[in-house]
């Protein structure tokens, strides 16, 4: 069959490409439906010499202006069951496919283990670059291996889990910019999901929801379910009011600044990590600076969880910025911690 061409669009218009819904627009936009459309870009000189960023779900992204080169959005779908031993199964997806969905999928073919990361929004393209985590499970304790494409040498290539350099919503692609160089195009992902499973439900949240449903003994459907439910009741749905989920990363302090922290804001949550330091929760310390809730223009910081910045309506890039950088000098003032955005700040002059 001769292979189709790749379907490039001119001028395109972002806004509804990202979950913030900020207007900008793309001089080229790549829609890539297989790793062969991924190849025929790498050869392809005019379109490979551009200037790239991989846009994936658009949810974690700061759109800042007009984006002056190439966008490539990967959209290869499927998942599959790759292999199985006698410890675990192995599945595999595109990097296309909505991280949601596939996880209540594998739900539903009986294999637990990513229950705790349920409504998280995005790919699963997207999925390892940050790490995304949440409710006391990192996609990294699940995942074998990574596929993908390297641009700048149109050769494909396996980052087993070892080679992905796992941290705290960090990971290889952010550690040597490729998530903002687009330097390797993700094509899919296999996980690896134990046939031994066990409840993760020690987050009080979590602990909760099991308690008030009256789920002494939950499965990894009801632990799935607890989490939707959480997550609905605490965040926005980007449909309604736009936003880019949390705003901005746990940040992670010394042993002597949490003392000292301790000693001033007796009920401050800290959580004590294994090199000794330890983690606050940003939406806490957003919300003592008296953000929650509070609007700068037409953004403001959501009033059921102070971590999420949403777009109340017709709001541009530099709204969005204004806010962070008065929520971040807040914060600082009174805690002397830095807030660091999560999301990528793209286009900004
Ligand atoms: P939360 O449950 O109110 O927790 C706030 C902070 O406290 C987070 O830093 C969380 O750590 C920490 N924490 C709470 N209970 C803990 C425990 N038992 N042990 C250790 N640390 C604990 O957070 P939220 O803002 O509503 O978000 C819920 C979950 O979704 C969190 O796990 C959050 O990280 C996650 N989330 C992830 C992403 C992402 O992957 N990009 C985006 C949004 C939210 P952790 O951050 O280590 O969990």
Redesign the pocket.
């Known amino acids: 069959m001769p292979a189709m061409p790749l379907e490039l669009v001119h001028d395109a218009d972002l806004t509804l490409r990202n979950t913030l819904a900020l207007p900008a627009r793309t001089r080229l936009l790549a829609t890539l439906h297989s790793t062969a459309d991924a190849l025929a870009l790498a050869a392809d000189p005019a379109l490979s010499a551009e200037r790239r960023f991989i846009l994936g779900g658009g949810s ?1 992204l700061v759109l800042c202006g007009d984006f002056d080169g190439l966008m490539l959005a990967p959209s290869i779908r499927g998942r599959r069951l790759a292999g199985e031993d006698a410890e675990a199964w192995f599945v595999h997806a595109g990097a296309g496919e909505n991280w949601h969905d596939f996880v209540q999928w594998t739900l539903a073919q009986g294999w637990a283990g990513l229950e ?2 349920s409504l ?1 929004p ?1 790919t699963v393209g997207a999925a390892p670059i ?7 499970l ?2 990294a304790e699940r995942l074998a291996e990574v596929e993908a494409i390297d641009l700048a040498r149109g050769e494909t290539r396996r980052f087993p889990v070892a080679d992905c350099r796992f941290g ?2 960090d990971s290889v692609f952010k550690q040597e910019g490729w998530h903002l160089d687009g330097r390797f195009l993700i094509t899919g992902v296999t996980f690896r999901l134990p046939r031994k499973w066990a409840p993760l439900t ?4 979590v602990e909760r929801e099991l308690a008030a449903c009256g789920t002494a003994t939950p499965n990894a459907r009801d632990v799935a379910n607890a989490i939707v439910a ?2 609905q009741r ?2 926005p749905d980007p449909a309604q009011v736009p936003n880019a ?2 705003f901005f990363q ?1 940040p992670v302090i010394d042993a002597v600044q949490a003392a000292s922290l301790q000693a001033l804001y007796p009920s401050i ?1 800290l ?1 004590p990590q294994a090199d000794g330091r330890a ?6 310390l957003i919300e003592q600076a008296g953000w929650k809730g509070r609007n700068l223009g037409p953004v403001g910081m959501y009033e059921q ?1 102070a ?2 910045l949403v777009n109340r309506g017709h709001a541009r890039g530099a709204d969005v910025l204004a806010l962070a950088r008065a929520v971040q000098a807040d914060v600082l003032t009174r805690f002397g911690v830095t807030l660091q955005p ?1 999301p990528i700040y793209l286009g900004m002059a």
Not at 130 to 136: D, E, K, L, S, V
Not at 279 to 284: N, V, Y
């Open positions: 974690n705790n990361l998280i995005g940050q790490n995304i985590g949440a409710y006391g990192e996609v705290y919503r020690r987050y009080a949240d959480i997550r605490k965040l989920g949390s746990n949550p959580y983690k606050l929760a940003a939406g806490w969880q971590l999420v999560e």
